[in-house]
């Protein structure tokens, strides 16, 4: 079942009326188009960063120090999780943008191509 989209002015009156946007049906083109870009940049980020912190960690000077570390790994992966999953219910397909899509589309901050420490 595809969900129709609303028009731009239908968008923004929806949200000048104080409503929330909880689905599709509440987005036009361009909001949805925006939501996604939004979203895979954070899902992208929380991703990227894991290996860059996991590296960190393992220089850690105590097992206390090393578990804060890996805490932080696991909440970086749970977030993408949470940001790709969301992106599933905006039509897009989870397991391309993960594993499919090209390198140069993945959209994240350069700072995570070098290490941490």
């Known amino acids: 079942m595809t ?25 036009s083109p361009t909001y949805l188009e925006g939501m996604r870009r939004i979203l895979t940049v954070s899902a992208d980020t929380e991703l990227i960063s894991a290996p860059a912190y ?6 850690a000077p105590s097992l206390n120090a090393f578990g804060s570390a890996i805490s932080i790994v696991q909440d970086e992966l749970a977030h993408a999780h949470i940001a790709y999953r969301l992106l599933e219910d905006l039509g897009m397909e989870k397991d391309w943008l993960i594993y499919e899509r090209p390198a140069k589309q993945w959209k994240y901050p350069y700072a995570f191509d070098v290490p941490l420490v």
């Open 3 to 27: 969900t129709a989209l609303r028009t731009e002015d239908s968008t923004r009156q929806h949200l000048a009326s104080g409503k929330l946007v909880e689905g599709l049906e509440h987005m």
């Open 54 to 59: 996991y590296r960190a960690a393992q220089d």
